[in-house]
Nanobody, 123 residues
Framework: QVQLVESGGGLVQAGGSLRLSCAAS????????MGWFRQAPGKEREFVAA????????DYADSVKGRFTISRDNVKNTVYLQMNSLRPEDTAVYYC????????????????WGQGTQVTVSS
């Protein structure tokens, strides 16, 4: 069955960087737009970034624009989230998701989800 497996989370000091990866299996990766979402304790899950099937179009939440970069490798079936200048408010579980339709921020449009990876930013 389809699997999305995130990795790269961890504990980092404010101002530091992390790179998350999400490896996909059992789906035709290049046919799916990919997204990253996050959920902080006590808060609803929120959109972080998305990338089109070809990688030519990206979208970012205002809170991460200029600090985070989403990219993908359609040969390795992997999507990445480079996170720089991390802030304590970036602390959350980060999820990747696959969407069979064009790039979107809407959670309900995503067909498959990973299990999440914890990112903790200390002040």
């Amino acid at each position: 069955q389809v699997q999305l497996v995130e990795s790269g989370g961890g504990l980092v000091q404010a101002g530091g960087s992390l790179r998350l990866s999400c490896a996909a299996s059992a789906l035709t990766f290049s046919l799916y737009a990919m997204g990253w979402f996050r959920q902080a304790p006590g808060k609803e899950r929120e959109f972080v970034a998305a990338i089109s099937r070809s990688g030519g179009t990206t979208d970012y939440a205002d809170s991460v624009k200029g600090r985070f970069t989403i990219s993908r490798d359609n040969v390795k079936n992997t999507v990445y989230l480079q996170m720089n200048s991390l802030r304590p408010e970036d602390t959350a579980v980060y999820y990747c998701a696959a969407n069979r339709y064009p790039l979107t921020r809407a959670e309900r449009s995503y067909n498959y989800w990973g299990q999440g990876t914890q990112v903790t930013v200390s002040s």
